[in-house]
Protein backbone atom coordinates (compact mmCIF):
# COMPACT_ATOMS: atom_id res chain seq x y z
CA UNK A 1 0.00 0.00 0.00
CA UNK A 2 1.39 3.53 -0.63
CA UNK A 3 -0.18 6.95 0.33
CA UNK A 4 0.47 10.78 0.29
CA UNK A 5 0.00 13.24 3.13
CA UNK A 6 -0.52 16.99 2.31
CA UNK A 7 -0.52 18.94 5.07
CA UNK A 8 1.15 21.48 7.76
CA UNK A 9 4.64 21.35 9.16
CA UNK A 10 5.87 23.52 11.41
CA UNK A 11 2.49 25.72 10.89
CA UNK A 12 3.65 26.19 7.31
CA UNK A 13 1.60 24.76 4.52
CA UNK A 14 3.76 22.65 2.19
CA UNK A 15 3.50 19.69 0.76
CA UNK A 16 4.87 16.42 3.16
CA UNK A 17 5.48 13.06 2.23
CA UNK A 18 4.92 10.62 5.16
CA UNK A 19 6.93 7.30 5.89
CA UNK A 20 5.55 4.95 8.27
CA UNK A 21 8.11 2.34 8.36
CA UNK A 22 7.67 -0.89 10.69
CA UNK A 23 10.95 -3.09 10.08
CA UNK A 24 11.73 -2.66 6.41
CA UNK A 25 8.21 -2.06 5.13
CA UNK A 26 7.64 1.46 3.59
CA UNK A 27 4.21 2.92 3.60
CA UNK A 28 3.95 5.59 0.81
CA UNK A 29 1.48 7.43 -2.04
CA UNK A 30 1.61 5.48 -5.60
CA UNK A 31 2.45 7.39 -7.87
CA UNK A 32 4.82 9.14 -4.83
CA UNK A 33 4.53 13.01 -5.77
CA UNK A 34 7.17 15.64 -5.33
CA UNK A 35 7.32 17.00 -1.79
CA UNK A 36 9.25 19.75 0.12
CA UNK A 37 9.84 17.38 3.14
CA UNK A 38 10.15 13.78 3.38
CA UNK A 39 8.87 12.75 7.51
CA UNK A 40 10.14 9.36 8.68
CA UNK A 41 7.86 8.20 11.57
CA UNK A 42 8.82 5.41 13.95
CA UNK A 43 10.66 1.41 12.33
CA UNK A 44 14.20 0.67 12.21
CA UNK A 45 16.71 3.74 12.29
CA UNK A 46 19.09 2.17 9.59
CA UNK A 47 15.92 1.04 6.93
CA UNK A 48 14.55 4.09 7.89
CA UNK A 49 17.68 6.36 6.82
CA UNK A 50 18.55 4.33 3.82
CA UNK A 51 14.81 4.12 2.12
CA UNK A 52 14.18 8.53 2.58
CA UNK A 53 17.74 8.98 1.80
CA UNK A 54 17.06 6.96 -1.26
CA UNK A 55 13.99 9.47 -2.25
CA UNK A 56 16.13 12.34 -1.33
CA UNK A 57 18.41 11.20 -4.17
CA UNK A 58 15.38 10.70 -6.45
CA UNK A 59 14.59 14.41 -5.99
CA UNK A 60 11.44 13.65 -3.75
CA UNK A 61 12.15 15.93 -1.28
CA UNK A 62 14.92 18.58 -0.35
CA UNK A 63 14.54 18.23 3.48
CA UNK A 64 13.98 14.92 5.39
CA UNK A 65 12.97 15.53 9.14
CA UNK A 66 12.90 12.08 11.54
CA UNK A 67 10.23 12.89 13.72
CA UNK A 68 10.08 12.25 17.37
CA UNK A 69 7.65 10.18 19.97
CA UNK A 70 3.95 11.37 19.08
CA UNK A 71 2.63 13.24 22.08
CA UNK A 72 -0.60 11.65 23.81
CA UNK A 73 -2.53 14.25 25.06
CA UNK A 74 -5.08 13.45 27.69
CA UNK A 75 -7.71 16.35 29.44
CA UNK A 76 -10.30 15.27 31.90
CA UNK A 77 -13.22 17.47 33.31
CA UNK A 78 -15.62 16.21 36.54
CA UNK A 79 -18.24 18.41 36.65
CA UNK A 80 -21.02 18.53 39.76
CA UNK A 81 -23.52 21.16 40.57
CA UNK A 82 -26.58 21.26 42.04
CA UNK A 83 -29.52 24.12 43.02
CA UNK A 84 -32.12 24.46 45.78
CA UNK A 85 -35.24 26.78 45.94
CA UNK A 86 -37.78 27.79 48.53
CA UNK A 87 -40.76 30.26 48.39
CA UNK A 88 -41.46 31.76 50.99
CA UNK A 89 -45.07 33.87 50.54
CA UNK A 90 -45.95 36.81 53.10
CA UNK A 91 -42.43 36.89 54.87
CA UNK A 92 -40.64 40.11 56.47
CA UNK A 93 -42.78 42.63 53.88
CA UNK A 94 -43.49 40.43 51.06
CA UNK A 95 -43.06 37.37 48.93
CA UNK A 96 -39.72 35.81 48.94
CA UNK A 97 -37.93 32.86 46.57
CA UNK A 98 -34.90 32.01 47.64
CA UNK A 99 -32.44 30.13 45.20
CA UNK A 100 -28.87 28.98 46.19
CA UNK A 101 -26.39 26.54 43.84
CA UNK A 102 -23.05 25.73 43.34
CA UNK A 103 -20.48 24.32 40.42
CA UNK A 104 -17.76 22.23 40.82
CA UNK A 105 -15.04 21.44 38.49
CA UNK A 106 -12.16 18.86 38.99
CA UNK A 107 -9.51 19.48 35.65
CA UNK A 108 -6.59 17.12 34.53
CA UNK A 109 -4.51 18.01 31.75
CA UNK A 110 -1.60 15.25 30.90
CA UNK A 111 0.74 14.81 27.83
CA UNK A 112 2.58 12.11 27.50
CA UNK A 113 5.14 10.65 25.78
CA UNK A 114 6.80 7.46 25.60
CA UNK A 115 10.32 6.66 24.62
CA UNK A 116 10.82 5.04 21.11
CA UNK A 117 13.00 2.33 22.57
CA UNK A 118 15.23 0.85 20.18
CA UNK A 119 14.63 3.44 18.03
CA UNK A 120 15.92 6.25 20.13
CA UNK A 121 14.91 9.27 21.80
CA UNK A 122 15.98 11.50 18.99
CA UNK A 123 15.21 13.55 15.71
CA UNK A 124 17.65 13.46 12.51
CA UNK A 125 18.05 16.16 10.15
CA UNK A 126 19.44 15.87 6.65
CA UNK A 127 19.64 19.29 4.33
CA UNK A 128 20.43 17.90 1.24
CA UNK A 129 21.87 14.51 1.79
CA UNK A 130 23.83 16.84 4.55
CA UNK A 131 23.83 16.29 8.31
CA UNK A 132 22.61 18.87 9.61
CA UNK A 133 21.44 18.62 13.35
CA UNK A 134 20.73 15.97 15.63
CA UNK A 135 17.89 17.00 18.39
CA UNK A 136 17.86 15.05 21.79
CA UNK A 137 14.20 14.14 23.83
CA UNK A 138 13.94 13.63 27.28
CA UNK A 139 11.60 10.71 26.94
CA UNK A 140 9.72 9.37 28.38
CA UNK A 141 7.64 12.01 30.42
CA UNK A 142 4.07 11.65 31.49
CA UNK A 143 3.70 15.81 32.90
CA UNK A 144 0.60 16.53 34.79
CA UNK A 145 -1.55 19.39 35.66
CA UNK A 146 -4.62 20.23 37.69
CA UNK A 147 -7.13 22.63 38.19
CA UNK A 148 -10.02 23.20 40.83
CA UNK A 149 -12.86 25.02 40.54
CA UNK A 150 -15.89 26.11 43.39
CA UNK A 151 -18.50 28.24 42.63
CA UNK A 152 -21.21 29.48 44.67
CA UNK A 153 -24.21 31.35 44.43
CA UNK A 154 -27.27 32.60 46.33
CA UNK A 155 -30.41 35.17 45.30
CA UNK A 156 -33.05 36.44 47.07
CA UNK A 157 -36.21 37.70 44.21
CA UNK A 158 -38.49 39.71 46.93
CA UNK A 159 -41.99 41.04 45.79
CA UNK A 160 -42.96 44.41 48.16
CA UNK A 161 -46.82 45.46 48.09
CA UNK A 162 -46.94 43.73 44.31
CA UNK A 163 -45.68 46.88 43.01
CA UNK A 164 -41.83 46.83 43.47
CA UNK A 165 -39.61 43.61 42.76
CA UNK A 166 -35.77 43.31 44.19
CA UNK A 167 -33.72 40.59 42.96
CA UNK A 168 -30.58 40.78 44.91
CA UNK A 169 -27.39 38.14 45.37
CA UNK A 170 -24.26 37.08 45.44
CA UNK A 171 -21.64 34.73 43.73
CA UNK A 172 -18.31 32.98 45.36
CA UNK A 173 -16.07 31.88 42.68
CA UNK A 174 -12.80 29.78 43.84
CA UNK A 175 -10.22 29.05 41.25
CA UNK A 176 -6.88 26.89 42.29
CA UNK A 177 -4.51 25.62 39.90
CA UNK A 178 -1.43 23.44 40.50
CA UNK A 179 0.94 20.96 39.14
CA UNK A 180 0.93 18.05 41.72
CA UNK A 181 4.54 16.20 42.73
CA UNK A 182 5.29 13.54 40.04
CA UNK A 183 8.41 11.52 38.95
CA UNK A 184 9.58 10.66 35.64
CA UNK A 185 11.23 7.70 34.36
CA UNK A 186 15.17 7.54 33.07
CA UNK A 187 15.58 7.60 29.03
CA UNK A 188 18.23 7.31 26.66
CA UNK A 189 18.90 11.38 27.32
CA UNK A 190 17.75 11.85 30.62
CA UNK A 191 18.12 10.84 33.98
CA UNK A 192 15.02 9.86 36.58
CA UNK A 193 13.85 12.66 38.61
CA UNK A 194 11.43 13.51 40.66
CA UNK A 195 9.72 17.41 40.38
CA UNK A 196 8.05 18.92 43.92
CA UNK A 197 4.17 20.70 43.72
CA UNK A 198 4.11 24.09 41.79
CA UNK A 199 1.21 26.07 43.08
CA UNK A 200 0.05 28.44 41.36
CA UNK A 201 -1.95 32.09 42.61
CA UNK A 202 -5.48 30.74 44.04
CA UNK A 203 -8.50 33.50 43.18
CA UNK A 204 -11.29 34.01 45.29
CA UNK A 205 -13.69 36.04 43.71
CA UNK A 206 -17.26 38.26 44.80
CA UNK A 207 -19.26 39.27 42.73
CA UNK A 208 -22.49 41.10 45.03
CA UNK A 209 -25.30 42.24 42.55
CA UNK A 210 -29.14 43.80 42.57
CA UNK A 211 -31.75 44.42 40.40
CA UNK A 212 -34.87 46.66 41.04
CA UNK A 213 -38.21 46.76 39.44
CA UNK A 214 -41.06 49.76 40.31
CA UNK A 215 -44.12 49.59 38.88
CA UNK A 216 -45.16 53.69 39.09
CA UNK A 217 -48.76 53.08 39.27
CA UNK A 218 -49.94 49.35 39.59
CA UNK A 219 -50.72 49.06 36.28
CA UNK A 220 -47.76 47.19 35.23
CA UNK A 221 -47.76 49.47 31.71
CA UNK A 222 -44.46 52.23 33.31
CA UNK A 223 -41.93 50.39 35.28
CA UNK A 224 -38.86 51.99 36.28
CA UNK A 225 -35.19 49.64 36.42
CA UNK A 226 -32.22 49.85 37.75
CA UNK A 227 -29.50 47.52 38.67
CA UNK A 228 -25.86 47.10 39.76
CA UNK A 229 -23.38 45.04 40.46
CA UNK A 230 -19.53 44.80 41.30
CA UNK A 231 -16.61 41.95 41.25
CA UNK A 232 -14.12 41.82 43.58
CA UNK A 233 -11.21 39.46 42.81
CA UNK A 234 -8.29 38.49 46.09
CA UNK A 235 -5.42 36.22 45.54
Not at 9 to 17: E, K
Not at 18 to 30: A, K, R
Not at 55 to 65: D, E, G, H, S
Request: proline share 5%; hydrophobic share 40%; glycine share 10%.
Amino acid sequence: MRRFVAGFFTGIAVSCVLLVLVGHVLDVEDPLKPADVIVALSGDTGARTETAVELWRRAYAPLIIFAGASEDPKEQNITSNGTLSWYRPDFFHGHHEFKGGYEFVDSFIGRARESHGAVGDFQLNFRNGAPLQVVTFNFPVKPVSKSRYLGLYVMDNWVIGRRLTLNVGTRFAHDNGFIPEQCRGAGQFAVAQCYDAVQFPIWNSFAPRIHASLDLFGSGRTVIKAAGADSTTAG
